[in-house]
């Protein structure tokens, strides 16, 4: 066997009369070190060329190897890479990630008074694998909701969840640890790795303690222009507490404002009126929206007056220049200051149809009108439109 020149002198045969698959197996026995066949090798040419055929298939067979193993792999879901889409946005949380968290979060974000929350998709990046209460939440969220598993302190970790690619990162804070600095110190660290990263990453973070804020100035990458902010519980909480000892009731106000609420319409399930009414005020939401050209030159009262009689809408401050980071909204400004081009009005309204108003009122089509729920938008051209159309679908920061 392996010899070819199987002829003697005489003619005549002299090798092994031996079958196709019995010359299969012993060969595969060969390469596999486990020879069952039970046929040996009589000449030195066959011990020659099957020895070396032996060394190539098992030299061939160990390269290869890995790359079977590598095929072969099944890797988890959670371990894989964010696929992005041009088709939609995402934001990146990470930090201390929790079911209830997560849960309150994501009722927020998707709450049916917020349009444009349909656009995004929301990616959580954790060190840990998904248990059953969060398989649970991403099957309740399964198109809006991905889980993967890694570190923000991981280059790799944040390339997976296309970093680059997000509109946003958010880090959650811990509110219930007993050491508040080193939470602080944590989420910090967090947002150093994630600007050494992208320096231009829009960054929202969660810090416990007030004093722990100066921190993050000392972040060459930390800009307010990139859209970076840092909410201080501590700072939130006490400030609420302040004004409410000013103005009993304001924390009550601005919490239901900041929250999102629903109401059906039922007034029967209340036994007073001022409980109607207070259902029905909970049910209110802060927003923001560019005025439309028919605002341009209008002082605040004008603006508020004509909000709140024709469109039903209440305004509650002015934006001048809303692209300035350094600059902020004024409430209840003077006569002097007047409604530009690119002005942003802050609006209290049940949803976002209402506060459109605002943004797509046009005098000559819409100023005979005596329903506010018959402003649509227009074909006449309006900027404001386009430019937040422009940034909704271009912009990334």
């Avoid at 005489?10 to 197996?25: A, D, V």
């Avoid at 110190?185 to 967090?190: E, G, P």
């Avoid at 030159?297 to 004008?302: E, I, L, R, V």
């Amino acid at each position: 066997m392996g010899d070819p020149w199987v002829l003697g002198s005489n003619r005549s045969y002299n090798g092994q009369l031996i079958s196709f698959w019995r010359c299969f197996l012993y060969l595969y026995g060969r390469v596999t070190l486990l020879d069952l066949s039970g046929m040996r090798i009589h000449t030195m040419l066959g011990r020659i060329i099957i020895y070396g055929f032996q060394i190539l298939a098992l030299g061939i067979v160990s390269k290869a190897i890995p790359r079977i193993v590598a095929l072969l792999r099944i890797v988890p879901e959670c371990d894989k890479s964010y696929p992005s889409s041009v088709m939609s946005l995402h934001l990146v949380v990470c930090g201390h990630v929790r079911v209830s968290t997560m849960t309150a979060f994501l009722k927020e974000f998707y709450n049916s008074d917020r349009d444009l929350s349909d656009y995004f998709k929301i990616v959580i990046l954790d060190d840990k694998e998904p248990d059953e209460e969060m398989d649970c939440l991403l099957e309740l969220y399964f198109n809006k909701l991905d889980y993967r598993r890694g570190s923000c302190m991981n280059m790799k970790d944040l390339n997976r969840v296309k970093v680059m690619d997000a509109e946003a990162v958010l880090i959650l804070a811990d509110r219930t640890t007993s050491d508040s600095d080193a939470e602080d110190a944590s989420n910090i660290m967090r947002v150093v790795s994630i600007k050494n990263y992208r320096f231009n990453a829009r960054v929202i973070v969660q810090l416990l303690q007030y004093h722990n804020k100066a921190y993050l100035q000392n972040i060459p990458s930390w800009s307010t222009k990139h859209g970076d902010v840092v909410i201080c519980i501590a700072e939130l909480r006490l400030g609420l507490l302040a004004q409410s000892c000013t103005a009993p009731g304001f924390s009550t106000l601005m919490a239901n404002y900041f929250t999102t609420r629903s109401n059906n319409g039922d007034a029967k399930k209340h036994s007073e009126a001022w409980m109607a009414e207070y259902d029905r005020g909970t049910s209110f939401e802060l927003y923001s929206r560019p005025f439309s050209a028919a605002f341009i030159g209008n002082d605040f009262t004008q603006a508020c007056e004509f909000c709140y009689r024709r469109l039903k809408i209440v305004l509650l401050a002015l934006h001048i220049h809303p692209d300035d980071p350094l600059s902020a909204p004024q409430i209840s400004p003077p006569a002097s200051v007047t409604i530009e081009e690119g002005t942003h009005g802050y609006f209290i309204a049940d949803t976002t149809q209402e506060v459109d108003r605002a943004q797509f009122y046009c005098i000559k089509c819409h100023g005979d009108l005596s329903d506010p729920e018959d402003i649509q938008r227009c074909a006449c051209p309006s900027r404001s439109f386009l430019r937040t159309m422009e940034i909704l679908q271009l912009y990334r920061f």
